[in-house]
């Protein structure tokens, strides 16, 4: 799945891949966030099996070419997380939109466990 | 019966369909109760098709890709306006289906009207129900199971048209603005009028009058009053619009949706839309120098416009208050001279016309006056024999209510204006004033322009003559002395008071002297002299 825009010199696709690898590079450069796991296990086997670091963790859904991201991390223990979680997606929505050019709608934060 | 339509067809339709809207678009425009002017809807709209029949027009093909591509974009560069704009984007949702077309069928044309609903209500940030978009979105709906039944045009386009009247009928159930105005939705009805267009084509009316149903009484600023004040302060304060044309080759489409919702952020009534080779904005916003240079980032701007809506609700609020001080009568008065026009306003008078003997006003000059003046019934007084038919005239130019007495003199006039009574009905007032006009005796004192032989007096150029409404009755070499002769012809013993206006050939203190030796002439009148700054007669006399 891509999202899909063009210019004066042709068409842009930005595979779905592409933007979860960014949005789950730079979710784990954000304080407080230890990790980002997967859902479910399937996920996981595949993501191990595929090495994709960075890009497990985060689901990427569009509609008519406005992106929403789903992050689920591992929160470090101590932080208040209703502002990790303000930060997380501040960050991740100008990092995915000045990297892409297209528009975020919006990033939901999941947060699945605490790192003590 | 006409199973499809052709290219040939298509174009003549779509003319049908303007023309059709210019015939009626000031109909349409009658009917638009916001008073936030976003211009009138049906010049809008009639402006937008037209721009795209122009488009159409100029395309030489017959074949539907070609004409349906043109429409749309002529209707994209014409937009003009929040109808216009939707109008523009029902076609281009329209034309997306026709342009893959051969022929149109009853089916495609469903399913294009679907498509052009659903576009135009993505155009929109906000959608309301009871508008145009209501209108148009129910009639594609209609449409299609329209289609499935009928396959032949005339039987589709009449009874797509029949929907929509209904739902037109109900859209003051769903505005309550439209209900409080007692009106339609104009949008709605605008694209009706070119749906009906359409369909008087394809049954082959070639007479394209168009009449309604629903006869709606002229609608002035008067009438919706209510709603003015009832709208509050306008929160966003500029209507600003503006196309973008010829965008940076590193402008992406995203941009242009990022610029949507940047837009949103500054103002509401948000329009943006397009491709691009055009986008065309539409925003109301207290930030237009922000728009702009959001804009500015895309690519260039071309027609821009940007309005003050504030000023222009303050202006209709004005009118409104102005309408609701209406009074019952007013007065308006012909006067040569300031002088006597001053004299005239310290009578209540409402406007003075200058004018008089050699520069008598048109009966248009008349009417402006009238319409200038606040009330219902306006009496006018000529003050001159040769003005008072221009005076009866300009009833017919204007639609106020005049009423003209015959005043054939500017004594007679002050007279008339001395019997106003502001609480009297209008007849009361106008016999009152008919017969003080004529219980006035006047004169008037000016010099002979010729040598002649009139009345039984020999008369050379320069000489100062004295005259009543009628005849010469004085002469002299002079003016103090004629005056004092004419006064003397026409005094008799019912005479209580004199009254002399003296004009702006004749200084004060000349004047004075005359009251003082009439004063002593004649012991039981009182005479009262009063600067009337009038040209060419020295005195105005007055006696009563």
Not at chain 1, 49 to 63: C, N, P, S
Not at chain 2, 196 to 217: A, C, H, Q, S
Not at chain 2, 498 to 516: N, P
């Amino acid at each position: 799945m891509t999202v899909d825009t063009n210019n004066y010199y042709g068409n842009i696709s930005i595979s779905d891949n592409a933007i979860r690898t960014v949005a789950g590079f730079v979710a784990l450069d954000c304080y407080g966030v230890v990790d980002l796991v997967s859902k479910n296990l399937k996920d996981s086997a595949r993501e191990l099996l595929k090495k994709e670091r960075y890009a497990k963790g985060v689901t990427i859904t569009h509609v008519e070419n406005r992106i929403f991201i789903d992050i689920h991390c591992i929160l470090k223990y101590g932080v208040s997380i209703s502002a990790v979680a303000e930060s997380l997606k501040k960050t991740v929505k100008y990092s995915v939109e000045n990297f892409t050019g297209m528009i975020v709608d919006t990033v939901n934060v999941h947060v699945v466990g605490v790192a003590v | 019966m006409q199973k499809t339509i052709t290219g040939a067809t298509f174009r003549k339709m779509l003319l049908a369909g303007a023309s059709l809207l210019e015939q009626n678009k000031d109909y349409v425009d009658s009917l638009n109760v916001f008073p936030v002017p976003d211009g009138d809807t049906g010049t809008n709209m009639f402006l937008t098709i037209k721009s795209a029949v122009g488009e159409v027009n100029k395309c030489m093909g017959n074949d539907m890709a070609s004409l349906s591509e043109a429409f749309s974009k002529g209707a994209l560069r014409g937009a003009r306006g929040n109808s216009g704009v939707i109008t523009s984007q029902i076609f281009k949702g329209f034309c997306s289906v026709t342009k893959d077309c051969k022929e149109i069928s009853t089916k495609d044309f469903a399913k294009a009207m679907q498509e052009g609903a659903a576009i135009a209500y993505k155009a929109v940030t906000k959608p309301k129900e009871g508008t145009i978009l209501t209108v148009i979105r129910v009639m594609a709906e209609n449409a299609v199971s329209l289609a499935k039944r009928h396959d032949d045009f005339e039987v589709f386009l009449a009874k797509v048209c029949e929907t929509g009247e209904e739902i037109l009928k109900q859209t003051p159930e769903m505005l309550p603005v439209l209900k409080k105005a007692g009106v339609v939705d104009s949008g709605g009805r605008g694209i009706l009028v070119i749906f009906t267009g359409f369909m008087r084509y394809i049954n082959g009316e070639e007479d394209l009058e168009y009449t309604f149903e629903d006869e709606v009484k002229p609608q002035s600023v008067e009438d919706v009053i209510a709603d003015i004040n009832q709208l509050g302060d306008i929160q966003f304060g500029y209507c600003t619009e503006y196309m973008i044309i010829h965008m940076y080759k590193k402008t992406t489409e995203a941009d242009i949706d990022k610029l949507r919702e940047r837009l949103m952020e500054i103002g509401d009534s948000v329009i943006c839309i397009g491709d691009l080779s055009l986008v065309k904005v539409h925003v109301h916003t207290n930030e237009p120098n922000k728009a702009l240079a959001y804009a500015l980032e895309l690519g260039e701007l071309f027609n821009l416009k940007i309005e003050n809506m504030r000023e222009q609700n303050r202006e209709l609020k004005k009118k409104a208050q102005a309408a609701e001080e209406m009074k019952e009568i007013g007065m308006i008065s012909v006067a040569p001279g300031d002088g006597l026009g001053q004299i005239f306003k310290e009578l209540a008078v409402d406007e003075i016309i200058l004018g008089g003997q050699t520069m008598n006003p048109s009966a248009e000059d008349i009417a402006n006056a009238a319409e200038k003046v606040p009330a219902r019934t306006i009496f006018v007084f000529p003050n001159n024999k040769n003005i008072v038919l221009a005076a009866e005239q300009a009833n017919d130019v204007t639609n106020k209510n005049l009423i003209v007495i015959p005043t054939r003199s500017v004594p007679e006039g002050i007279a008339a204006a001395i019997a106003f009574n502001p609480d009297a009905s209008v007849e009361e007032n106008q016999n009152a004033m008919t017969e003080a006009s004529r219980a006035v005796r006047s004169g008037s004192v000016t010099y002979a322009v010729r040598d002649t032989h009139v009345d039984g007096f020999d008369l050379h150029k320069g000489e100062i003559i004295g005259l009543d409404d009628k005849a010469i009755l004085a002469k002299g070499n002079l003016v103090g002395e004629t005056t004092e002769k004419l006064i003397e012809a026409l005094i008799d013993d019912s005479v209580m008071n004199i009254t002399l206006f003296y004009g702006e050939d004749v200084r004060e203190d000349e004047a004075e002297e005359l009251q003082a030796s009439l004063a002593a002439k004649y012991p039981d009148c009182e005479v009262t002299i009063a600067n009337g700054g009038q040209p060419v007669y020295y005195y105005l006399v007055s006696l009563e």
